[in-house]
C-alpha cells in the first residue's frame, strides 16, 4: 500500500524555522521526483518545491526561493522541507507528493502557522 505520513508542522513566529518530514513506504521511492505542495485556508493547491529521483536537481516557487530547501534521503525513504524565515503568507497545510503516472499521490499533510 502506497502511503506517504508528513510531520514536522506546528506554529512559529515570523522569522522563525522548521523542517517538515515525509516518510514514504508501499513504492520505490528513489524510483520518483517528488513534491512539496500546500494549501492555505480557502485558497487552492500550490506547488513549492521538486526533487528529481537522486536529489541533485531541485526546483522552486519564487515565493519560496532562497528561503527552502528540499532535500531526501533515498536509504531512508524520507523527503523533507526545511522551511527558514517564515513569513505569515507561508501558513498552510503542507504535504508531500507525488506522480506514479496514472495518478498524483498525496500525504494527509501537516499544518504550519506563521504567527505575526
Known amino acids: 500500500q502506497v502511503r506517504l505520513v508528513e510531520s514536522g508542522g506546528g506554529l512559529v513566529q515570523v522569522g522563525g524555522s522548521l523542517r517538515l518530514s515525509c516518510a514514504a513506504s508501499g513504492f520505490t521511492f528513489s524510483g520518483y521526483e517528488m513534491n512539496w505542495v500546500r494549501q492555505a485556508p480557502g485558497k487552492g493547491f500550490e506547488w513549492v518545491s521538486d526533487?528529481?529521483?537522486?536529489?541533485?536537481?531541485?526546483t522552486y516557487a519564487d515565493s519560496v526561493k532562497d528561503r527552502f530547501t528540499i532535500s531526501r534521503d533515498n536509504a531512508k525513504n524520507t523527503l523533507y522541507l526545511s522551511m527558514n524565515n517564515l513569513k505569515p503568507e507561508d501558513t498552510a497545510v503542507y504535504y508531500c507528493?507525488?506522480?506514479?503516472?496514472?495518478?498524483?499521490?498525496r500525504g494527509q499533510g501537516t499544518q504550519v502557522t506563521v504567527s505575526s
Open positions: 526533487i528529481n529521483k537522486g536529489g541533485d536537481r531541485t
Open positions: 507528493s507525488f506522480n506514479t503516472g496514472s495518478s498524483n499521490v
